[in-house]
């Protein structure tokens, strides 16, 4: 007579095993974490590489100004962020062939978690692109914020020992004269402890390199002074093969707001009637002449086109269409 025990025992323990396989499946823990952090694009002759030193997550409704709240609160609404909106710090890697050329540094270990930061990686994100510290030539700071300039160095060392520092001579003025802190705002007073900490080790080494605004740098890549966020807040032309790329520092902070309305500035502005004057320029020339722009607080990898959008004032960000190499 057939029985049906071994069947139940075999179906018993096959449904077990199931049990047992989803439930495996389910205890794998979450990755943590973004990987690689890199993106390359080619330019003429020159390897781009932007690299992300992470995200900060700032107030945005508290730090934008002139801007009316219910024009925020909607330009925020409409591209589905939060007035708490996590930010991307973005740098640049140059390859021109013959150098390798860091436009901005990270914020180091300047940025900690209290501030809702989630930065501080560049170096790693340096390695991933399959270089080391110790390969860049030169270091470009478009302006010396604690964003920027934060990843030169760690307890004293510097983090990038055979480059030198280039920065404009008006925001070393500024920045390096303690006597200028007590003047400042007061929420922009550390920045003036934080910059001689960054580049005292790099002062101490003759690496440091102020220059006056318009200087061609390296063959193909000059200053372009944009005064106004900083002093000497500058962005940086790269030009190869009939190619441009304007690398632009901090002309923009939040793109779901400054694009519809370029007039909006941020507390961080040291003359926020220069940096808005700059940005209205910026953008009516890079939509204009539809060179590639490099921001440093766009979305990673930050590298796109600035377009018209119909209105008199008003604009919109074309980001790269993706490069899988």
Request: charge should be negative; avoid cysteine.
């Amino acid at each position: 007579m057939f029985s049906m025990k071994p069947l139940a025992r075999l179906l018993a323990t096959s449904l077990t095993g199931l049990t047992l396989s989803h439930a495996a499946l389910a205890a794998v823990p979450f990755d943590q974490g973004q990987a690689p952090g890199i993106y390359r694009m080619m330019l003429g002759q020159f390897q781009v590489t932007a690299l992300s030193d992470g995200t900060v997550t700032i107030a945005l409704d508290k730090l934008l100004t002139e801007i009316k709240p219910a024009t925020l609160a909607a330009s925020l609404r409409d591209n589905h962020l939060a007035p708490m909106a996590e930010t991307s710090i973005n740098a640049f890697l140059i390859n021109t062939g013959k150098q390798l050329v860091l436009v901005d540094t990270g914020a180091g270990d300047l940025f900690g978690q209290p501030m809702g930061a989630r930065a501080g990686r560049l170096q790693r994100s340096l390695r991933n692109a399959g270089y080391t510290a110790e390969q860049v030539d030169f270091v470009l700071l478009t302006h010396i914020h604690a964003d920027h300039s934060g990843g030169l160095s760690h307890d004293g060392q510097r983090l990038f020992p055979n480059a030198h520092v280039y920065v404009d001579q008006h925001d070393a003025d500024f920045w390096l004269n303690s006597a200028n802190q007590a003047g400042a705002a007061e929420g922009q007073r550390h920045g003036f402890d934080e910059a001689q900490a960054m580049l005292a080790p790099y002062v101490a080494a003759g690496r440091l390199k102020p220059y006056q605004g318009g200087d061609e740098i390296v063959p193909g890549i000059r200053a372009v002074p944009a005064y106004g966020h900083t002093p000497g807040h500058s962005y940086y032309m790269v030009e190869s093969g009939g190619q441009k790329l304007l690398l632009l520092g901090d002309m923009l902070h939040a793109g779901a707001v400054q694009f519809p309305h370029p007039g909006t500035t941020i507390l961080f502005d040291v003359d926020a009637a220069g940096a808005k004057a700059q940005r209205a320029r910026e953008m009516a020339d890079a939509a204009s002449k539809g060179y590639w722009v490099g921001a440093a607080h766009l979305s990673f990898p930050g590298i796109g086109h600035i377009v018209k959008d119909g209105k008199a004032d008003a604009y919109r960000w074309v980001p790269a269409n993706y490069n899988a190499w």
